[in-house]
């Protein structure tokens, strides 16, 4: 997969959100490909989900695994379940995005790639031990770290360097 196929993905994706989650809470509340969780009908229906890719459309959605109440596995579409008014999307485990980190030739500070975006900074750099918006120069983190394949963890990326792929 490419970062232009993560990218579009996560556009389709941040235009929805968990109705709750009983994960580590970190990371937003849209939903990546390879969440785990429940779709909520009501008290004594729950259906388990995964975010995967679709294989007809190439789009995002929910992988519906073969279970006693659903007979068969099967794709539901992501905004079919967020229109309907009893479903609710609860997120149990979250998957991890990819930080791309890149140390240009002349730059003193390694820049990262974030795929998706957290909270709206898809690129940070890397300075005295804090994530930081290039823009702005504010952190995105709240504590600092001794290492920045820490601080990626900590938000729930996984740091990939230059020439490695992410899994």
């Known amino acids: ?9 996560h556009m389709i994706l941040d235009r929805f959100h968990y109705n709750d989650r009983t994960d580590d809470g970190y990371g937003p509340d849209s939903p ?3 969440d785990r969780g429940d779709v909520v009908r009501s008290p004594y229906t729950r259906i388990p989900f995964t975010i ?25 579409s992501l905004l079919n379940e967020a229109l309907d008014p009893h479903a ?10 990819t930080a791309r980190i890149t140390t240009y030739e002349g730059d003193e500070y390694p820049t990262i790639t974030l795929s998706p975006p957290y909270e709206g900074c898809e690129t940070v750099i890397w300075e005295h031990g804090r994530l930081r918006d290039p823009e702005t120069y504010m952190p995105v983190d709240d504590d600092d770290s001794w290492t920045v394949e820490e601080a990626l963890i900590r938000l729930g990326y996984e740091p990939v360097t230059d020439g490695e792929d992410a899994e």
Not at 1 to 9: G, P, S
Not at 88 to 97: D, K, M, P, S, T
Request: hydrophobic share 30%; aromatic share 6%.
């Open 52 to 76: 995967g890719i679709e294989p007809r459309t190439g789009l995002p959605a929910l992988h519906i695994p073969k279970t006693p109440w659903t007979g068969e596995e099967h794709w539901r």
């Open 88 to 97: 609710e999307l609860i997120l149990h485990e979250r998957a991890h995005g």
């Open 1 to 9: 997969m490419t970062m232009n196929d993560e990218t579009f993905q």
């Open 32 to 34: 990546r490909v390879g």
